[in-house]
């Protein structure tokens, strides 16, 4: 099958690579039909991972299931699924709570397990003709009818939507509240448009890039562009000195000053700056626990000096982490089912496996109207 894999930094290639196959009982081979590049695949181009040479990337999956298993009961072939970019057992400690994106058993050692990303185990991604999913009567959720015709949603339900959601969740944001998000790429405009469907009642979105802010700004939030404006003092402006209720982080360790310096902890500390005390904040940007080829010293060792004694005297409280996708995916599916959320707005580009390494190039630029790809492997 054909496949896109990691050759080294900034280098992915369209190889041929051994057809995924059914290689447990529990498995179920899925023929992607549509498949997205993430901000988290930028984190491996970019070499700032232990990802290794051959590993198939893609965890942002949607296709058609076309063989299962033989102890797979629930899951049918010609099913339309959306998988979750975590892999997860169903049965262990935390899977049982509801923490699927720490599984303790699909990636022994760790907990957590992915498609084709670094340190979430063995398997290979889905920017691809063909994916195994374990699991497969846990990991598939199986797609309403007509979900053909709208598969730019649902193949959101991956990874963004829910991961948008989850900061929300993290946050705890309520009615009528106002959320502070950092980052306009994909997962923040996730997280705006989440706690929208909250009910929040003032959105704010920070970023850089002039057409990500225009689409926050088209779901109704309020734009700040943190080159322009010190965006602390924009968000006490905007909530008349209050600050926000709650704050989002959709940037992570790579977050920058405008002319493209890394300092790891801009956005958290802006954050802690911006949020009203007893507010929270909902972390989904990715921090890693190691990052050697960072240029900062506590960097290196995934460490930021972070403002604790603000976060501390504002009584703020954080939640963190990998999504748990199966917790949102289902009812978020409803929604989409229902015509009251349809998370393909930011889908900028529809491009065919082959072009994938050239979108790789853009997405990872952030070149102007590069929001989101979406590739169809079998088109
Ligand atoms: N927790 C999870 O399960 C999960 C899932 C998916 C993605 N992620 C992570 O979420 C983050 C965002 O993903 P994405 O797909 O939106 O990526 P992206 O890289 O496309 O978007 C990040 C955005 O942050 C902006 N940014 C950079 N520095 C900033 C700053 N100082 N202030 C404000 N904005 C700044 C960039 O301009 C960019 O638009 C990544 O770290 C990704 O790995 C986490
Ligand atoms: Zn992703
Ligand atoms: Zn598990």
Known sequence: MKALVYEGPKQVKIVNVPDAKIEKPTDVLVKITTTNICGSDLHMYEGRTSVEQGKVLGHENLGVVIEVGKEVERVK?????????????????????????????????????????????????????????????????????????????????SDIFPTGYHATELADVQPGESVLVYGAGPVGLMAAYSSMLRGADQVMVVDH??????????????????????????????TQGKGADKGCECVGFQCHDHHNHEIPNL??????????????????????????????ALEKEGEIAFD????????????????????????????????????????????????????????????????????????
Request: proline share 6%; aromatic share 10%.
């Open 308 to 379: 604790m004694g603000m976060f501390f005297t504002k009584g703020l409280r954080m939640g963190s982490g990998q999504t748990n996708v199966k917790a949102y995916n289902r009812h978020l599916c409803e929604l989409i089912e229902h015509g009251k959320a349809k998370p393909s707005f930011i889908v900028s580009h529809r491009l065919t496996l082959d072009e994938a390494p050239n979108a790789y190039q853009h997405f990872d630029r952030r070149d102007m109207g590069w929001t989101k790809v979406v590739l169809h492997p079998n088109a």
């Open 209 to 238: 890039h002039p057409d990500r802010l225009a689409l926050a700004e088209k779901i109704g939030a309020i734009a700040i562009d943190y080159s322009r404006t010190d965006p602390v003092e924009a968000v006490m402006e905007f």
């Open 77 to 157: 072939v010609g099913d339309r699924v959306c998988l979750p970019f975590n892999i997860s057992c169903g049965y262990c400690e935390n899977c049982e709570r509801g923490y699927t994106g720490f599984c303790l058993t699909v990636n022994p050692g760790h907990a957590g397990g992915a498609y084709g990303y670094a340190e979430m185990g063995p398997y290979n991604g889905g920017q691809a003709e063909l994916l195994r999913v374990p699991y497969g009567d846990f990991n598939c959720l199986v797609l309403p009818e007509g979900a053909e015709e709208h598969e730019e949603d649902y193949v959101m339900l």
């Open 267 to 296: 956005t958290m500390n802006r954050l802690v700056q911006s949020v009203k005390a007893t507010g929270a904040l909902g972390v989904v940007g990715v921090f890693t626990p190691q990052d050697p080829n960072a240029t900062d």
